[in-house]
């Protein structure tokens, strides 16, 4: 079992439609909590870091952590065709300095 | 200002060839990591450089992968006797310090051993 699950998709939404993206995770020791959107042939950009559970909002973008489910998600309000791209979820351990990725989930925005 | 860049954008190699990735990474940031993605996947963890010396190297699937970082800035990750399975996007990240969890990405390395 990998340590970070993360449905692949693909995921298509009109444009204005709230999206829900989601990972599960089976490490307990995960404390840090991120975002990335990856557009075709780029590399990988930071969106919401989260530190321990709770929400986070940023414009559009708001992430919820639930440690007790070992369970995060981001919602994006208000999609629109430029959101489309691929977002990872990513996680790490208290001194530790190395990430662990989901797969990614696919999304497409339709105007 | 700048971002993460590296070199080159493409790197296309045949089997049992040598090949160098480039890493520069922001100007100030001290930490230094490489990951590996391939097709459909995530990220997966190479290694971390903490100023010149690899504090972690435990994702180098092998002895044919080596990186250096030698004036504490650039990096160069080294691939001996390249294999068709090494083909991937290289990507190189850093931040402004350890046990900062926010790393920055660079666009990548997509290299393809034919």
């Known amino acids: 079992q990998k340590e970070v699950e993360q449905d692949p998709g693909p995921l298509s939404v009109p444009e204005g439609a709230i999206v829900s993206l989601n990972c599960t995770y089976s490490?307990?020791?995960?404390?840090?909590f991120m975002w990335y959107r990856q557009y075709s042939r780029k590399g990988p950009e930071l969106l919401m870091y989260?530190?321990?559970?709770g929400n986070k909002e940023d414009g559009r973008f708001t992430a919820q952590v639930d440690k007790s489910s070992k369970y995060i998600s981001l919602f994006i309000r208000d999609s629109q065709p430029s959101d489309s791209a691929t977002y990872l979820c990513?996680?790490?351990?208290?001194?530790?300095?190395?990430?662990?990725f989901g797969t990614g989930t696919r999304l497409t925005v339709i105007p | 200002g700048a971002g993460v860049s590296q070199t080159p954008s493409n790197k296309v190699t045949e089997k049992g060839k040598y090949v160098e990735l480039r890493c520069d990474p922001i100007s100030g940031h001290t930490a230094l990591y490489w990951y590996r993605q391939s097709l459909g996947q995530g990220p997966e963890f190479l290694i971390y450089?903490?100023?010149?010396?690899?504090?972690?190297d435990s994702g180098l699937p092998n002895d044919r992968f080596f990186a250096v970082r030698p004036e504490g800035s650039v990096s160069t990750l080294k691939i001996q006797r390249t294999e068709r399975g090494d083909s991937a996007v290289y990507l190189c990240?850093?931040?402004?310090?350890?046990?900062?969890?926010?790393?920055?990405f660079g666009p990548g390395t997509r290299l393809t051993v034919t």
């Open positions: 989260t530190y321990s559970s």
């Open positions: 990513a996680m790490s351990r208290t001194g530790a300095n190395n990430l662990f």
């Open positions: 990240a850093s931040s402004p310090r350890t046990g900062v969890a926010e790393q920055y």
């Open positions: 450089f903490q100023g010149t010396g690899a504090a972690d």
């Open positions: 490490n307990s020791a995960f404390q840090y």
